[in-house]
């Protein structure tokens, strides 16, 4: 671990979240408060997701699943028991990384298309118990009422710490994915993606890995889904599992360049700044979902390096230190 | 000398076909073994057997004295045995150096990142790729992926190195450089089981052979002896080729 | 008795219908191992051509089987080349995503023209009645259809040169090639009736069950069901694992709320995929 302290890239990692956490303190901007939550949130669930796509070439169009049980876990909990935040959120984390775990094991033994379907099948069935099972309020969902930002000296205030607290959980899933790619479980992963029947052959402990990175890509999107829907102080299926957010999270993976930590942050940040610019914009508003699609296939097609592929290939050098 | 690596009755059927039948030998330590035999004569397969690829369906498999029966190919290679494959497994976008890192991490001493490094530097300079270090395996030529092969395997330290027609495929300049990094191997103790169709090439590496055909043992022994085996003689005419090279080379 | 006969038949009657919805799924997967993504948004497409073909120019329902089959044709050799044919020889996700990408934006579409609006296309055809049961005869004459298209298109897999040539790919595509066959061609043409399949299905669906532009997700998701339940690339297989899927949902209905079907469809799915993937990897070659 201390190694990484050598490392130049920690030290950028650490600069982009304390810019990040200050830039809308400075000018005590509330809407550019909520406009970089948003962009914490998504690289957040751009760089856990890439944990399974970009180091082991496991597409999961589910990824949104662990933001959703994540969301109703802390929003149930907060809301039937009354506990406060921080440990609805870490049980939140804690309980769908175990249920990813145990999950992991059985779907993970299906390569490539097969497990992206089974991934499909598994949002869809995890979406339509939630909207059956009545102690999450079914599909008309949960709301939590005003009492809950109290213990945190109000909403103004309440929104600030919420904040922070994105942040922090963004700068965690960045910092997790740099320990991890300089690892040995990392190697093992991007030896799995590469060719996973010689990674066997090596050694590599491809079901025991794959289930873990699974397990693990679960545990901080899980609880920026608590954070954020103890934020909206509302919860109902089809925010928390909403296929098209999974959709995003794998097209900024791919935009940045998948399997790199710094361009899925990039690419995150800049598609969620372009995504707000379009939603507001009177004439694209509607064509959301046409421009992800489009550049998506673009992507695909064209750069399959995506921007840290192009980057890398000009820039020799930036491989040494951007991850 | 005593056995590293024994098989008793080792039998594996596809469908209607017998790949490997009630198959017996043992490779012992420090030798080289050679495995040969006609096109179709399960030797892949058998090796396949060994690393865990597939389950046998009957017999017993036993490595340093471990039964590896049906075992799973990463435990098979935490034992100490690695391989190679008779159509090369790049792990493609990394570099040289990182495939012989994932050998040496994960192979028999399961070795810490900083010290697979150094293992894979190592084997890196014994089969002469040194100077493609950084290249990605997607750059290597046939001859230059066939030596991240073995580079990868040797990485792992094994006890045990598998090659499974590591001269396929070479020119002659090339399959000379193969064997003399082969040898170079053997010095440093490593016992090899290896199959090979160039008979030159295997009768003069290997201490012993094992000859198969049609999946059951059809001779064992030294060079010299297999040769003049009749039975072998007679496999080996339904390609006079072969036979001809057969009877040259332990002349 | 004679109520479960008849959910029997309902159950056979509407698989029939999720068989075919499956059949163009799981011909382009068995021919060059695409799992077109944009299959849903291809079934709607067909929805929307019924319902503009029956109330802008007011043809009869099943007269627009026609031109849905030549559009969607077109439509999916078009497919092939902007999104599938860079693919070939390229990691199977890359087609995942190629073609999710485009369902993406044909979807976005959709939604900006029509929003998610319920739609539906009326057609009153005589029942046949069973005692107390009643079978409505819009659904008895879409079955009878989705049988008759898959037996047409048995019969042209098997019986025609271009049919015995798209066999031919997929069992082998660079042994096809050796002997001749434009595989780049036959590719396309694959992919032009998976399409043209998917529009289809979409017709014989409107006339049954009201939808939206999002209606497509589900069938498509019915369709990996069936294609799992049914085997790869064989529309004989499709209808099969149609019907099983049909004969379930009438199955389970008396025992669980409607709702559940899909939470106990979706579960199936994923058990039967992790179930059977060695099965599923070893009948994907030659299964055409």
């Known amino acids: 671990m201390l190694l990484m302290l050598r490392r130049p890239f920690f030290w950028i990692i650490a600069l982009a979240v304390v810019a990040f956490a200050l830039a809308p303190v400075v000018g005590n901007d509330v809407s550019m408060r909520e406009s970089l939550l948003l962009d914490a949130l998504y690289i957040t669930l751009a760089s856990n997701l890439n944990l399974m796509l970009g180091y082991a070439g496991y597409v999961n169009f589910g990824s949104i699943v662990f933001f959703g049980l994540g969301g109703y876990i802390c929003v149930w909990l907060v809301n039937s028991y009354n506990w406060p935040l921080i440990p609805s959120l870490i049980v939140a984390g804690l309980g769908v990384s175990g249920l990813a775990l145990i999950f992991g094991f059985g779907i993970l033994r299906l390569r490539g298309a097969f497990f992206a379907l089974a991934t499909i099948g598994v949002i869809e069935a995890v979406q339509a118990f939630v909207e059956n099972f009545t102690p999450w309020g079914g599909s008309a969902g949960v709301y939590l009422s005003g009492e809950i930002f109290k213990p945190l000296g109000g909403p103004a205030h309440a929104l600030w710490i919420i904040y922070f607290m994105m942040v922090a959980v963004m700068g965690l899933s960045l910092y997790l994915s740099f320990a991890i790619k300089t690892s040995k479980f990392g190697l093992g992963l991007l030896a799995i993606g590469q060719n996973e029947d010689a990674a066997a052959i090596l050694g590599v402990p491809t079901s025991r890995y794959k289930a873990l990175v699974y397990s693990v890509s679960a545990f901080l999107p899980a609880i920026a889904g608590g954070l954020y829907f103890f934020k909206s102080a509302f919860i109902q299926p089809s925010d928390a599992f909403d296929l098209s957010l999974s959709t995003e999270a794998l097209v900024v993976g791919m935009l940045g360049g998948e399997g790199t930590v710094t361009g899925v942050a990039i690419g995150a940040f800049l598609y969620e700044e372009l995504r707000g610019y379009l939603l507001t914009s009177s004439t694209f508003a509607n064509f959301q979902l046409v421009v992800s699609g489009a550049l998506l296939l673009l992507i695909v097609l064209f750069f399959p390096g995506g921007l840290m592929g192009f980057i890398y290939s000009r820039f020799p050098r930036t491989q040494k230190v951007l991850e | 000398m005593t056995a590293l690596l024994v098989l008793e009755k080792v039998g594996k059927r596809f469908g209607g076909l017998q790949a490997v039948k009630d198959l017996s030998f043992e490779v012992r330590e420090g030798e080289i073994l050679g495995l040969i035999g006609p096109n179709g004569a399960g030797k892949s397969t058998l090796f396949n057997l060994i690393n865990g690829v597939f389950a046998p369906d009957t017999g017993r498999i036993t490595f340093v004295g471990t039964d590896i029966t049906g075992e799973k190919p990463y435990r098979v290679a935490r034992h100490g045995l690695a391989r190679t494959h008779q159509i090369v497994q790049p792990l493609t976008n990394m570099t040289v150096l990182e495939n012989c890192t994932v050998g040496a991490c994960f192979g028999k001493d399961n070795l810490p990142l900083h010290r697979a490094r150094a293992a894979a530097r190592d084997a890196v300079a014994v089969t002469g790729l040194q100077d493609r270090a950084e290249a990605r395996a997607s750059q290597l030529t046939i001859a230059g992926k066939k030596r991240l092969e073995l580079a990868r395997a040797l990485a792992a330290q094994p006890k045990l190195l598998m090659l499974d027609e590591v001269l396929a495929g070479l020119n002659p300049t090339e399959v000379e450089h193969m064997i003399g990094v082969i040898r170079r191997i053997r010095e440093r103790g490593v016992t090899i089981l290896m199959i090979e169709h160039l008979m030159q090439a295997i009768m003069s590496l290997s201490d012993r052979i094992v000859v198969l055909n049609f999946g059951q043992k059809l001779a064992e022994g030294v060079p010299a002896e297999v040769a003049q085996h009749p039975q072998v003689i007679e496999a080996y005419l339904g390609n006079p080729k072969l036979a001809a090279e057969l009877q040259g080379s332990s002349a | ?288």
């Open chain 3, 1 to 288: 008795m004679l109520g479960i006969l008849a959910s029997i038949i309902d159950g056979v009657l509407v698989g029939l219908v999720y068989g075919l919805a499956a059949m163009g799924l799981t011909l382009i997967w068995g021919v060059m191992d695409v799992i077109n993504l944009t299959h849903g948004a291809m079934i709607v497409a067909g929805m929307f051509a019924l319902f503009l073909l029956t109330s802008v120019l007011g043809l009869n329902p099943y007269a627009a089987l026609l031109p849905v089959l030549v559009g969607g044709f077109l439509v999916g050799v078009a497919l092939y080349w902007i999104s599938i044919h860079r693919m070939v020889g390229r990691p199977p996700l890359m087609s995942l995503l190629s073609t999710f990408a485009v369902n993406l934006v044909l979807i976005g579409v959709g939604t900006a023209v029509w929003g998610t609006a319920l739609f539906n296309v009326n057609v009153s055809l005589p029942g046949i009645t069973m005692g107390r049961y009643t079978f409505p005869g819009a659904h008895i004459l879409a079955a009878v259809l989705a049988a008759v298209i898959a037996a047409l298109l048995y019969l042209f897999l098997q019986h025609t040169r271009l049919g015995k040539s798209v066999r031919a790919v997929a069992n082998n595509r660079e042994a096809a090639e050796l002997v001749g066959i434009p595989t780049t061609r036959v590719l396309a043409i694959s992919v032009g009736l998976g399409v043209a399949l998917a529009g289809l299905s979409g017709v014989l669906i409107a006339t049954l069950f009201p939808f939206t532009v999002l209606s497509g997700d589900g069938y498509q998701l019915k369709g990996f069901v069936v294609t799992v339940l049914g085997g790869f690339g064989n529309p004989v297989g499709a209808l099969l694992g149609g019907i099983a899927l049909g004969l379930l949902e009438g199955a389970v209905t008396p025992f669980v709320p409607v709702s559940w079907t899909l939470v106990i469809e979706f579960v199936l799915f994923v058990l039967v995929l992790i179930a059977f993937p060695a099965g599923i990897f070893r009948s994907r070659r030659g299964a055409l």
